[in-house]
C-alpha cells in the first residue's frame, strides 16, 4: 500500500466531515430558498458538524479498537459520543436509547417503525471508516456495511444505501475511473430500486441535466435511496471535490448528509490534498475535532496496512 492511499483514507473521513459541516446550516432548505439567500457561489458558513460525523467517528474509533467490527462496542461508541445538539433523527435516538436501557445492538433497531426497521440515510452517512478500511474486498465490505447499519437502520433499503455508500468509497479509494465506477456499482447493488437509480444516474450524465430533474429523478430526501445515489452523481459530474460538494448542497433538502457523503467519496478519491484548505481549516477543532478525524483516517490506514501484512 503506498502512501497516497494513506491521504485517500484520512481524505474520506476529513471530506465527509467537511461536507457535512458545509451542509448543515442549509439543512431543510428548498433549492429555490437556498439560492435566494446564499446565491449560486456558496461557502463554508460554520465549520461545525453534526450527528453524521459524529456518529461516523464512532464507526471509525471501533474499527481501530478491535481491528474490525464488533456491534456491541460500535454501539458503545456511538452512546458515548452522543450529544443531543449535533441532531440525531428520531429512529437513531430510539435504538440507541433502547441499546442504553438494556436491548441488544442486533435486535433494538428491527423493532422500529412497525417492525420494518429504518430505511433512512443515517446508516450511509456514517459509513466512510468502513468503506475505506474494507476498499479491497468487496464481500467483507457488504457484510459489515450491512452490520455497522443495522445497529439502528435494520431496513434493506437503509443497510443496502449504507453498502452502496461504502462501495462507492472503496471504488474511490483504487482510483478507478470514473466510467468504470458506474459499471461496478450497477454489478455490485442487489436492490431493484437502487439498480434503476444507478441506470437514471447514468442516463443523466449523458445530458445537461437541470437541478430540478435531478431532485426529481434521483431525490434530496432522507431516506437512503433518495440521498446516496444523489452523492454518487455529484461525485461523478465534477471534477473537484469543491464543486461536487457545492452542487450537492445547493440541491436543498437533506443537505448536510447528501453534503457529507458527497464529500466522502471526492475525499477518498482525490485524498486530502484535494479538500479545499480554506474549508478544512474552517472545520471545527477540539476534542473529536479535524485532527483528531484525520488521525482516525491515519490509524484506520495503519492497521489494515498491519492487517496485510499479517495475512500475505
Known amino acids: 500500500m503506498e502512501q497516497s492511499i494513506k491521504a485517500k483514507f484520512t481524505g474520506a473521513l476529513i471530506g465527509g466531515a467537511i461536507g457535512d459541516a458545509f451542509g448543515a446550516p442549509m439543512e431543510g432548505n428548498s433549492m429555490e430558498n437556498i439560492k435566494s439567500v446564499y446565491g449560486d457561489a456558496l461557502k463554508m458558513i460554520s465549520g461545525r458538524y453534526t450527528d453524521d460525523t ?13 481491528r474490525g467490527f464488533n456491534g456491541e462496542d460500535m454501539a458503545a461508541k456511538f452512546i458515548r459520543n452522543y450529544h443531543a445538539r449535533r ?53 467483507k465490505l457488504r457484510e459489515i456495511a450491512y452490520k455497522a447499519s443495522h445497529i439502528t437502520h435494520s431496513h434493506e433499503l437503509g443497510k443496502e444505501g449504507a453498502a ?39 442516463a443523466l450524465l449523458a445530458k445537461e441535466s437541470d437541478k430540478k430533474e435531478i431532485i426529481f429523478e434521483l431525490g434530496n430526501g432522507e431516506e437512503a435511496f433518495n440521498s446516496v445515489p444523489t452523492a454518487i452523481y455529484s461525485f461523478l459530474r465534477f471534477n473537484s471535490f469543491k464543486d461536487a460538494v457545492v452542487y450537492a448542497v445547493s ?9 457529507a457523503m458527497t464529500g466522502a467519496i471526492n475525499g477518498a ?35 489494515k496496512l498491519k492487517l496485510m501484512q499479517e495475512s500475505s
Do not use: C
Open 164 to 202: 452502496l455508500q461504502a462501495f462507492s468509497i472503496a471504488l474511490a479509494v483504487t482510483g478507478i475511473e470514473k466510467e468504470v465506477m458506474l459499471h461496478e456499482l450497477k454489478k455490485f447493488v442487489r436492490s431493484e430500486l437502487y439498480k434503476e437509480k444507478i441506470r437514471k444516474i447514468e
Open 54 to 66: 459524529e456518529m461516523m467517528i464512532g464507526v471509525a474509533e471501533s474499527l481501530i479498537e478491535n
Open 251 to 259: 440541491l436543498g433538502g437533506d443537505t448536510d448528509t447528501i453534503g
Open 269 to 303: 478519491y482525490y485524498g486530502e490534498g484535494g479538500v479545499p484548505v480554506e474549508w478544512a481549516e474552517k472545520l471545527e477543532e477540539g476534542k473529536k475535532g479535524r485532527s483528531y478525524i484525520r488521525w482516525l483516517g491515519e490509524e484506520l490506514y495503519r492497521i
Open 87 to 139: 441532531g440525531y433523527g428520531p429512529g437513531s435516538k430510539e435504538a440507541l436509547r433502547r441499546i442504553r436501557e438494556g436491548a441488544s445492538w442486533e435486535e433494538a433497531s428491527g423493532k422500529l417503525f412497525g417492525g420494518k426497521g429504518s430505511y433512512g440515510n443515517g446508516a450511509a452517512m456514517r459509513i466512510a471508516p468502513v468503506g475505506v478500511f474494507y476498499y479491497d474486498d468487496t464481500d
